[in-house]
């Protein structure tokens, strides 16, 4: 995970100092700094291989966490090994998109800076041309804003990202890509990556425990697909548009979340057992889009906790 940790500048601690009164006193200048890397992925439990676009070599890129009223300076390098123009379009940015988003050719860096005015989960992506395709060949990830009120959304025991996408047969052909021809829609860029019931070769799913509140922070990178999302045997106890407390609703079965677009969703079991998280398309969720929530007592302590917010 790439966020406040990592940079503290002494010009904020100094501010933070002098000004603890007001809430966006503890704002920090947090760096980021990613780099395109166009690699050889496994888009499934079996280890089948495809050359994906990347930020940082996996899908989705980097969990970049940070608070709200955080300065964030990031840094985008493109190596002169790649064969492609890249891009950073991040969701939780107000910039300008010829400048900040524009694309860089291999052998080029970039940096720009904004603030995160808005709590939430949002997308990031490249947005370089033909962006159907950098989208659907894994340049994507999410980036937390937490709120600058830590009381705004009540705590969370554990938190899982998922983000949702299609991956095509053939990544070269646009025109599949264009004509919405998938093969999968997946979670976190592999088809039943978190379902062993459905895949054998599966070895992977998320954990907590009975009555704890799980966050699962989604987003739909599309390109093109919608998400229903739902948890099968249990219900969302909130959700909240884009992840913003201040977009909260109760008691949901499915929400909707279309490409380029995220939510927070909070769940709690009363009882031991599975849910399965799905986008209730059913084309969808049964070509890849499943994830298995396990609920037991003997929950390993460190699941969903720190960087295992994303299961690798
Ligand atoms: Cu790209």
Same mark, same amino acid.
């Given at each position: 995970?790439?966020?406040?940790?990592? #940079?503290?500048?002494? +010009?904020? /601690?100094?501010?933070?100092? @002098?000004?603890? #009164?007001?809430?966006? +006193?503890? /704002?920090?200048?947090?760096? @980021?700094?990613?780099?395109?890397?166009?690699?050889?992925?496994?888009?499934?439990?079996?280890?089948?291989?495809?050359?994906?676009?990347?930020?940082?070599?996996?899908?989705?890129?980097?969990?970049?966490?940070?608070?709200?009223?955080?300065?964030?300076?990031?840094?985008?390098?493109?190596?002169?090994?790649?064969k492609n123009s890249h891009s950073m379009d991040f969701h939780a940015a107000r910039v300008d998109v010829l400048n900040e988003f524009g694309s860089i050719k291999p052998g080029e860096t970039k940096t720009f800076?904004?603030?995160?005015?808005?709590?939430?989960?949002?997308?990031?992506?490249?947005?370089?041309d033909p962006m159907i395709q950098h989208i659907a060949r894994g340049m994507f990830g999410a980036i937390i804003v937490d709120p600058a009120d830590e009381d705004a959304l009540p705590p969370a025991d554990r938190e899982y990202l998922l983000v949702q996408s299609e991956i095509y047969e053939n990544p070269e052909d646009l025109g599949?890509?264009?004509?919405?021809?998938?093969?999968?829609?997946?979670?976190?860029?592999q088809a039943f990556k978190y379902d062993p019931v459905h895949d054998p070769n599966a070895s992977r799913y998320l954990e907590a425990a009975p009555g704890e509140r799980v966050r699962v922070y989604f987003v739909n990178a599309g390109p093109n697909e919608f998400a229903s999302f739902h948890p099968i045997a249990g219900i969302w106890d909130k959700v909240y548009l884009s992840g913003n407390p201040e977009n909260e609703m109760t008691g949901l079965q499915s929400?909707?979340?279309g490409p380029g677009d995220a939510a927070t969703f909070d769940l709690i079991s009363p009882v031991e057992g599975a849910?399965?998280?799905?986008?209730?398309?059913?084309?969808?969720?049964?070509s890849g889009a499943i994830a298995v929530m396990m609920f037991s007592n003997d929950v390993a302590d460190d699941a969903g906790k720190g960087d295992n917010i994303v299961v690798r």
């Open positions: 995970m790439l966020g406040r940790k990592l #940079s503290f500048t002494f +010009a904020a /601690a100094c501010l933070a100092a @002098v000004t603890f #009164s007001s809430p966006a +006193a503890w /704002a920090e200048t947090v760096e @980021v700094k990613l780099v395109a890397k166009e690699v050889d992925l496994p888009i499934d439990n079996k280890g089948t291989m495809a050359r994906m676009w990347t930020f940082d070599g996996q899908v989705p890129g980097p969990l970049v966490r940070v608070r709200q009223g955080d300065t964030i300076e990031f840094t985008l390098s493109n190596p002169d090994d790649n800076t904004f603030t995160a005015d808005y709590p939430g989960v949002f997308f990031y992506h490249c947005g370089s599949a890509m264009m004509a919405n021809e998938w093969k999968h829609v997946v979670f976190n860029g929400f909707t979340v849910n399965a998280l799905v986008t209730h398309s059913m084309r969808s969720a049964l």
